[in-house]
């Protein structure tokens, strides 16, 4: 039997370009489809792109303004429609950052969340069964909510394509979101961690969750040389382009001959531009990370529950302080930022 609802929900909408025309809003609560399942969120992870969905930038945005913003939610299931198989009332539950991406190459037809299709900053979503996973066991929502974006991409670079394994060494650009993932999931392979940050307090804090050495990047000292001389000229086997621009250049000089450079962020800008010489000789493999599939993201759910990896939230805010929660995101989190919904 189905758990009853009230028949009206809040949830936040953008009516036009700019985090300041964000509204809360009263609506009826959603009703499932034959296919479809009604979702209580408990929480839901805020992603550097939602900064520029909700400003009108983000590129693979399609939806035309009101919108609701939001790609990842944790929630438990009130009611399914009637032809549902995969799940059940009270199960807990992820969304998947794209709708439609199962397995395999991904599919032209496949949507994401809040951009592409309504997102989920509301207290219930109604979802295509398909487009939901199973919760960790671990992780209470909070946590667990970080999972979908962040942790994903950082799982399908180093794992899932990335062939990662101990003994080899990582680096990531910043301490948000995917590179704190980066940081856990490469330290639960037993591969080192260098992490580049613009912080003091940042790069404190690395340490203590495993890094091997920070770099500060507003230094004279190009960070890539920094890294030749702290791997003793050998370079590294990972990267996680998380800037664009010229920085691409600089992972270019610090990759080690044959090593992988996952292609995944715009923090400073969208195209990305390197001297091709150096690497004719460094052979790199050069590889772009569009977030991952459903398999891959139930993968690094049994990951994070065998590791009881516990992923790095920088701050949780109420359901009706969702403002301020992009404020602290645009002005740089540690690991992830969190609305707690329910
Ligand atoms: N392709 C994909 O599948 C995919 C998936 C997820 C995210 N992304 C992209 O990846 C990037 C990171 O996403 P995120 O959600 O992890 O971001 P985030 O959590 O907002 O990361 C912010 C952190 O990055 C660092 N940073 C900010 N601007 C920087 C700059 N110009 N140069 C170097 N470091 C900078 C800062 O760390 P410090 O203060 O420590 O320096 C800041 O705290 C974004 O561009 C996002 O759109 C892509």
Known sequence: MNQSTNSTMKRWTVARPGAQHLM???????????????????????????????????????????????????????????RVTRFREADTVLGTFWAGWIDGDWPAHARVLGGSLPGV?????????????????????????????????????????????????????????????????ARAHGAQVIVTSGSEDKRRRVLELGASHVIDRTVDVPWDVQVREYTGGRGVDHIFELVGGENLGASLRAIRQGGRISLIGVLGEYAMTFPSVPSFLTRPVIQGIGVGHRRALEALVRAVDAVALQPVIDASYDFDRVPEAFEHLKRGAFGKIVVKVS
């Open 24 to 82: 809360l809003e009263q609506v009826p609560v959603p009703t499932p489809g034959e296919h479809e399942v009604l979702v209580r969120v408990d929480a839901v992870s805020l992603n550097y792109r939602d900064i520029g969905v909700i400003e009108g930038k983000e590129l693979s945005a399609e939806m035309p303004f009101p919108i609701t913003p939001g790609s990842d939610l944790a929630g438990h299931v009130v009611s399914t429609g009637s």
């Open 121 to 185: 900053l509301a207290q219930y979503v109604v979802l295509h069964e398909d487009w939901l996973v199973r919760a960790p066991r671990s992780l209470d929502a909070a946590q667990a909510s970080t999972l979908p974006c962040a942790g994903l991409t950082a799982w399908f670079a180093l794992v899932e394509q990335g062939g990662l394994h101990a003994g080899q060494t990582v680096l990531v650009q910043g301490t948000g979101g995917v590179a704190l993932f980066g940081l856990q999931l």
